[in-house]
Every structure is written in C-alpha cells, then in structure tokens.
C-alpha cells in the first residue's frame, strides 16, 4: 500500500512547489522589482540629463570618460580662482574697521548727527589751513537721517565715503569745493544675483587748476601705498576705493581762465550690514 501511494506523492509535491514560487513572485519579488525601478528613476533622469547637457554644453565639448578627471581639475583650478578673487575683491572694497563695527550695530540717531558735525568742521578747519574755498553746500551734502531709509546703518558708510572724497579734493589741491549731492541708490536688474554689496553714489562740484582735477581724478580709485604715484598717500591713510561714474569738465568762469569747473558722479561701496530684529533711531 505504501509503495503504491508514493509515486502519486511527487505531481502534487511539484505543484505545490510551482504555486508557492508563483506567489512568491506575485506577493514579493513582482513588488520589489517595481520598487527597485522606482528608485532607478532620478538616477537614470540624472544620468539622461547629463547625457544631454553633454552633447549640447560647449564646456562639455569633448567631454569623455577617459578626460573627465582632466576636466575636473580645471573646474576645481578655476573655482580656487574665483574664490581668490573674491578675497582679493572684498580685500580692496573694504571700509575702514570702525566703519564696520557700526554697520553691525543698532543705528544710533544722536551718535550719528554727532559725527556727522564733527566730520563737518574737520573738513572745514582742514580746507581753511589749505586756503580752499569750501562753500557750505560742500559740508551740507554729507549724508543725513530721513524716516525713510531701508537701513540708516549705511549711513555710518555713506558718511565716511563722503568725508574721504572732500577730504580727497582739498589734499589734491583744487581751489574750491562748491558742492556734495548724495544720490539714491541704483537698483539691481531684476535678472542680477543677490549683491553683497551697496553702491553709494554722490555728485560732488569742484572747480580749480587742471592739474589739481587730475590729482583727485587719478586718486579716486587708489587706496593705501597706491597713492604714492599721487603723492596723498600719508594724507589719506582711510581713503576706500572710489569708481568714477560720470563727469563733466568745463571751463569755470571767465574770471578765472586757470580753472576748470568739474562736476562727476562717485561711487562707493559698502558691505550690507546684517539684518537685525530693530533698529533704533530715537536718541
């Protein structure tokens, strides 16, 4: 009897056998399978899209697998540079340490009209010693408080900018300075990166010699022993980098045949101070 039954124990073994892998498949490896394809999405997105921007990229012109560690060390070479100099730019653009220290502060009102007199009769006593003519509208330009600035903290640098470029046109020896206008500030364009910088433009009036308007010229982006080749360096020892925008030169008057009248556009640059929880203007 038992050796009868055990050849019919072997098709239905075998069975069994098939209809537990076929739900192995269905209930465990069909699921992974599907898992495991999703998970290959972004990688075989990514390597398609490489693959695309490798045809069409001019910088990836060429770009193989037996260069690739070449063109990786250029990159990585071009990348130090950049950041080199952006060192060596933020180096040059810097304000003097106590401009800084108040860029980082809450905004003082009371400290800040202080100053601002203060920077205003040294440029007048320091005119009178030299014998130039320094009109009120000059002094009058320097920066002032009004209840709608964005950050008044960049006052402390609008200010120190100002004081060095009058400071810059009495020590270049011209004869007079008529007048100091702070500009609005430019917007970015809509599509420019993010600044890290604020531009300080101001118009400044001043008239004299044409060699003493060449001083201050050729001085307005020299900064430190630059200003040896001028002769201000021991003069301007916290001048920053100025850019000149636009001029006008023009003769002054016929009274004065040896004057010429210039009217230009300066630019300065400060760091944008942190954003802080308030600032205070009251006294």
Same mark, same amino acid.
């Given at each position: 009897?038992?050796?009868?039954?055990?050849?019919?124990?072997? =098709?239905?073994?075998?069975?069994?056998?098939?209809?537990?892998l076929?739900?192995?498949?269905?209930?465990? #490896?069909?699921?992974?399978?599907?898992?495991?394809?999703?998970l290959?999405k972004p990688? $075989?997105?990514?390597w398609?899209?490489?693959? &695309?921007?490798?045809?069409?990229?001019?910088?990836c012109?060429?770009?193989?697998a037996?260069?690739?560690?070449?063109?990786? @060390?250029?990159?990585?070479?071009?990348?130090?540079? *950049?950041?080199?100099?952006?060192?060596?730019?933020?180096?040059?653009?810097a304000?003097?340490?106590?401009?800084?220290?108040?860029?980082?502060?809450? #905004?003082?009102l009371?400290? !800040?009209?202080?100053?601002? /007199?203060? @920077?205003?009769?040294?440029?007048a006593?320091?005119?009178?010693?030299?014998?130039i003519?320094?009109?009120?509208?000059?002094?009058?330009?320097?920066? @002032?408080?009004?209840?709608?600035?964005?950050?008044?903290?960049? &006052?402390?640098?609008?200010? %120190?900018?100002? @004081? /060095?470029?009058?400071?810059?046109?009495? %020590?270049?020896?011209?004869?007079?300075?008529?007048?100091?206008?702070?500009? +609005? +500030?430019? =917007?970015?364009?809509?599509?420019? =990166?993010?600044r890290? !910088?604020?531009?300080?433009?101001?118009?400044?009036?001043?008239?004299? =010699?044409?060699?003493? &308007?060449?001083?201050?010229?050729?001085? &307005?982006?020299?900064r430190?022993?630059?200003?040896?080749?001028?002769?201000?360096?021991?003069?301007?020892?916290?001048k +920053?980098?100025? !850019?000149?925008?636009?001029?006008? *030169?023009?003769? %002054?008057?016929?009274e004065?045949?040896e004057?010429?009248?210039?009217?230009?556009v $300066? $630019?300065?640059?400060?760091?944008? +101070?942190?954003?802080?929880?308030?600032?205070?203007?009251?006294p």
């Amino acid at each position: 009897m038992a050796a009868f039954l055990k050849p019919t124990r072997l =098709p239905t073994l075998l069975a069994a056998l098939a209809m537990l892998l076929a739900a192995a498949y269905a209930l465990v #490896f069909r699921p992974l399978r599907q898992y495991a394809a999703e998970l290959d999405k972004p990688l $075989v997105y990514a390597w398609n899209s490489l693959a &695309l921007t490798n045809k069409t990229a001019d910088a990836c012109e060429g770009l193989d697998a037996t260069n690739a560690a070449a063109r990786l @060390q250029t990159i990585r070479t071009a990348l130090t540079n *950049l950041e080199s100099a952006q060192r060596l730019l933020e180096a040059r653009l810097a304000l003097a340490p106590e401009v800084l220290t108040r860029l980082n502060e809450p #905004f003082q009102l009371i400290d !800040f009209q202080n100053e601002r /007199q203060l @920077q205003a009769n040294l440029l007048a006593r320091t005119a009178k010693e030299a014998k130039i003519a320094l009109e009120p509208a000059a002094t009058n330009g320097l920066p @002032q408080y009004t209840a709608d600035l964005e950050d008044p903290r960049l &006052l402390w640098a609008r200010l %120190h900018v100002a @004081q /060095q470029l009058l400071l810059t046109a009495i %020590h270049a020896r011209v004869a007079g300075l008529r007048s100091l206008t702070q500009l +609005p +500030p430019r =917007p970015a364009p809509a599509d420019a =990166p993010a600044r890290s !910088f604020a531009e300080l433009p101001m118009q400044l009036e001043v008239f004299g =010699p044409t060699d003493a &308007l060449s001083r201050l010229l050729n001085s &307005l982006p020299l900064r430190g022993p630059e200003l040896d080749v001028t002769g201000l360096a021991a003069a301007l020892t916290n001048k +920053p980098v100025l !850019f000149v925008d636009r001029l006008l *030169l023009r003769k %002054h008057s016929p009274e004065r045949p040896e004057d010429a009248l210039l009217e230009i556009v $300066v $630019v300065g640059s400060a760091p944008l +101070p942190p954003a802080l929880t308030g600032v205070a203007t009251t006294p």
